[in-house]
C-alpha cells in the first residue's frame, strides 16, 4: 500500500483503529470502537487469509482492523478461481425442496453473500 493509503485509513479517526487499513472505510469493528461495550466482533467468524493480511501495512499492523468488504471482496475475486466442492454435510434439502446451506459450509466460505442465507453464521448479514 502506498504512503497515500495509509494516511487515508489514519484520516478516518484521530487513532486510525476504527479504519480499515486496506481501503480507509470504517471496519465497523466492534473491539476497535471507542464504545463502552466492546462485546463479540464480526470478525471473530470470519476466516480472513495470511494473504490479505499481508497487505497491511506494517505500521498498522495488529493496530487497525480489516474491514468486511475487503475481506469479502478478497474471498470474491479468489472463489471464482477456484470453485467450493460440496459434500453432503454442506447443504440438506428443505421440505419444498429449496437447497439450504449449513452454518459450517457459510464458515468455510469466509465471508457472507448477501442472500440472507437460513444458516448465515455472520452477524448483522441478513
Known sequence: MS???TTMALA??????????????????QLCTTAAYKGPC???AA??????LARVPVDLRKKACICRSCVTGFYEK???N????LCSPDYYVDPDGRLVFTADYHLRRGYCCGSG??????????
Open 82 to 85: 477456484s470453485p467450493q466442492s
Open 117 to 126: 442465507c437460513r444458516h448465515c453464521p455472520y452477524p448483522d448479514s441478513k
Open 3 to 5: 504512503a497515500r493509503g
Open 78 to 80: 479468489h472463489s471464482a
Open 42 to 44: 464480526w470478525c471473530e
Open 47 to 52: 476466516n480472513i487469509p495470511d494473504e490479505l
Open 12 to 29: 478516518c479517526t484521530a487513532s486510525g483503529q476504527e479504519c480499515c487499513p486496506l481501503c480507509g472505510q470504517p471496519n465497523d469493528c
